[in-house]
T-cell receptor, first 114, second 112 residues
Framework: DTGVSQNPRHKITKRGQNVTFRCDPISEHNRLYWYRQTLGQGPEFLTYFQNEAQLEKSRLLSDRFSAERPKGSFSTLEIQRTEQGDSAMYLC????????????FGSGTRLTVV | LAKTTQPISMDSYEGQEVNITCSHNNIATNDYITWYQQFPSQGPRFIIQGYKTKVTNEVASLFIPADRKSSTLSLPRVSLSDTAVYYCLVGTMDTGRRALTFGSGTRLQVQP
């Protein structure tokens, strides 16, 4: 297990379509995070899982967004009825359950809504 | 969550030492200070983390004064490949109920 894996790396979709991204965290990490990043800005927190439980959701996560982590392993982030404003880099990170350790991020999925 | 303030950008030359300071006046007792580095089109990469005094690893040093209201990331002898955005974050992993919040970071440009 070499790190956090995100697929696809790039996604171009038409406005109004649904898209789904996948994140495979480091296998022994029980915490998983989704962030969104637009050009020139820092990553913005979207949601966080501990095992399969979704413990926190940002107000940025509108009802068009849904995230799951069904077995506490990989996670999916779905965006329904995409809008041009959804164009961004979607980052996934994982961390172990112990205190005072950093996150390991994946390389992200770049979404372009046309 | 403690808010952080850091310079928007910094310029340096190869071989110089770079110090990036972050202010976090409202840091809580259980909070750690963590620095990340991000290159274009990549996810942030963990650099260093500390709670107090000084922490050093193979990449950087982190200086934290006794009041913990600020911290300084020190990059010794930077090279062109250190050109990146550096983020200072403050938070705790203990409860696990709050995720870390990123600011806008400091854009470091290293010139030859």
């Amino acid at each position: 297990d070499t790190g956090v894996s995100q697929n696809p790396r790039h996604k171009i979709t038409k406005r109004g379509q649904n898209v789904t991204f996948r994140c495979d965290p480091i296998s022994e990490h029980n915490r998983l995070y989704w962030y969104r990043q637009t050009l020139g800005q820092g990553p913005e927190f979207l949601t966080y899982f501990q095992n399969e439980a979704q413990l926190e959701k940002s107000r940025l996560l509108s009802d068009r967004f849904s995230a799951e982590r069904p077995k506490g392993s990989f996670s999916t982030l779905e965006i329904q009825r995409t809008e041009q404003g959804d164009s961004a880099m979607y980052l996934c990170a994982s961390s172990p359950g112990t205190a005072a350790l950093g996150y390991t991020f994946g390389s992200g999925t770049r979404l372009t809504v046309v | 969550l403690a808010k952080t303030t850091q310079p928007i950008s910094m310029d340096s030359y190869e071989g110089q030492e770079v110090n990036i300071t972050c202010s976090h006046n409202n840091i809580a007792t259980n909070d750690y200070i963590t620095w990340y580095q991000q290159f274009p089109s990549q996810g942030p990469r963990f650099i260093i983390q500390g709670y107090k005094t000084k922490v050093t690893n193979e990449v950087a040093s982190l200086f934290i004064p006794a009041d913990r209201k600020s911290s300084t990331l020190s990059l010794p002898r930077v090279s062109l490949s250190d050109t990146a955005v550096y983020y200072c974050l403050v938070g705790t992993m203990d409860t696990g109920r709050r995720a870390l919040t990123f600011g806008s970071g400091t854009r470091l440009q290293v010139q030859p």
